[in-house]
């Protein structure tokens, strides 16, 4: 976003910024009164931490999401070796800011918690204030799955974390009626929102409306009923509604693009026209 941004500090005091880096950079530090246009470290195929956020600064991000798994740009058993450099990296660069995580381990891996705890740690020396783990398969009962977001959580509020559960199908989250049902047993709880799960392999969407005022987080590409991803202004995704209605429930926090690399799509050119699409909204 170029236009003029307002921030205001714990003192009250207002302060103006035009710059994208002066904004994004006051985003640790002040009360924030705008959405960034984010993009996932999985977007970019293969290289260093550091050769993905210049692929980034290319395309115009300020922000981004760092994916903490097997496939991301952190593997969980190197988070602590690398626990160093990754802050080092995020103190030196000023294009790109880590604003979130998205801790891409199953529930069941063994070492979770241990690897979760790191994550949080890491998170928090980077100043970044949300993390997106995975529900549990359905069928794992639900008291346990109420149990583990608990320690999650605490976990996260002891490291200045939010802990956000993603909204999945083939998970307990792929309903918003059980969404809702984990927040409300788990104080401190947010929802990691992406709307493509509601849609994909559904008769119809389904209505989400009522687990937005738990939003923490939102993930985004264009998809269709028979497609996950398609490219963008193929699908169905309603960008522009669901802009509207984070707005209602005064969401000022990212929305991060997730598109995957696909064979015979031009990557770039989908990044490019999904940022420019969604700073058009804001």
Known sequence: MRELAVLQNSSGTRLKRRENTATIEAYRFFTVFFVIVAASTSCISGGVLVDVFDRLVDLEYTSTELVIGEQGVIPPSQIADRHESVVQLRR?????????????????????????SQASKLAKDCGIVVMTVHAAVPGTPFNEEIDRLRELVKIGMFHGVIVGVATEAGRITETPETVGSL????KGLGVTFD??????????????????????????????????QTRIGQGVIEFGRLVVQLNKVDYKRALCVDIAPQPGVDQLAELRKMRLLLESLL
């Open 183 to 186: 927040c409300k047993n788990v």
């Open 195 to 228: 709307p493509s799960h509601y849609v994909y392999n559904m008769a119809k969407p389904k209505d989400y409306e009522s687990i937005l005022p738990h939003v923490c987080h939102v993930r985004l590409r264009d998809t269709t009923q028979r497609l996950f």
């Open 92 to 116: 030196s660069s000023r294009r790109v800011v880590p604003i979130a995580v998205f801790f891409d381990v199953e529930p069941e891996s063994p070492g979770y918690i241990e690897q979760f």
